[in-house]
């Protein structure tokens, strides 16, 4: 009698323990089937809207987010690099790449909890385009010639890449969108850069 | 001995994937950490508050650092409300949320003619109303129907440097949510 009622109590803890961690851990990942990835980047268009999955409203009740709607704009985020390195605020990247069209754009830097900005960030109307409308900005925590975006030595940093007034916000044109590579150069303590090629690139 | 084992692992199992559907399901319902509990915190319905709190934290999750924005919260129970805000910023735009933080309706500078916000939120019955015998204050509103009558009104400008504080302030300042 003892040992049943123990079972069943075991398994009612397991069940609200386990059912309760497991949803906590799955709004962590974010990574719901309506993400929209293009390379190292992910957004999440249908996040805030009626139509978004249980997980997407779930985590924005719990993390008091209120999404950009489509008129407004979409963010873009990474957290690691094309070798699919996690992203630290010590380390130098390269981004090289267009932006799509939009009027406006914004990339600023934040600790990968949210709880922080490096710093204001980048926008389209204070920076240096290339001729072909490409951009170059080196992300590194101490100040680079051109571009230069800080990124305040966080441990962990997530880009943040936002389109404003952008047709990608809308349904059409998501399929071709093109965005900046992230490559690192280097981190701090290890030299000008880490892999030998890297130090080649570097140098030029 | 050993199927009464399994029987309870099974259990387990089946009582997690209950819980996390169950906990998936109610955490929009109950959570005190959404967007409409913080603002809560901040002001009164229809007060207008700023999403950047001067002390240098940010009510909302997720906001971009070049921005400022503003909110109020509103409850058309008791009739429409109308929004305004005038021009000041580079670049601004709207966002209309229920209260469970989805977007209803959000529309950015370049749909005004004026470029001054001018916004009148309604029930769909109260909409009906309106279409029939529309107060001439409100012909250069954009009406926007809204189905739950709780919601959250958020005013995003684009401030590129410190040099137009002064401007943002005086943008976000002129926001107004007032009941008709």
Redesign the interface.
Known sequence: MLKTAAMALGVLTFAIAGGGASVWYALGQMTGPAALRTGVWTAYPELGSAEADPYSKAAIARDAVLPLGPAEGLAFYADRDSTGIRLSGRCTYRLEGTVPLARLWTLHVRSADASRHASPGLHSMAIIHRDDNGVEITAAPTPMPGNWLRTGNLREMTLVLTLYDTPVAGRASRARISLPEVTRLGCRGQGPSAPPADRQDGMM | MAI?TVH?LI??L???????V????L??LY?E???W??LSALGAPLQTVAIERPSGGV????N????RSA?CRFDLAAGPVHIMASDGAP?W???V?NR?????????D??TISRDIDLLLASPAQMIALRQDLPPAYEQSILVEVEDPLG?A?V?G?R??DSYAAIIDRFLGSLRCTPQ
């Open positions: 009464r309870c259990l387990a089946l009582g997690v994937v209950i819980v996390h169950t906990v998936l399901f955490l929009p959570s950490r959404d967007a509990s913080r009510a909302i999750r997720d971009d650092p070049l921005f909110a670049f735009s709207v966002s949320y469970w933080g989805q977007n209803i309706y959000s529309f950015n370049r749909i959250i958020v995003r684009f590129p440097d």
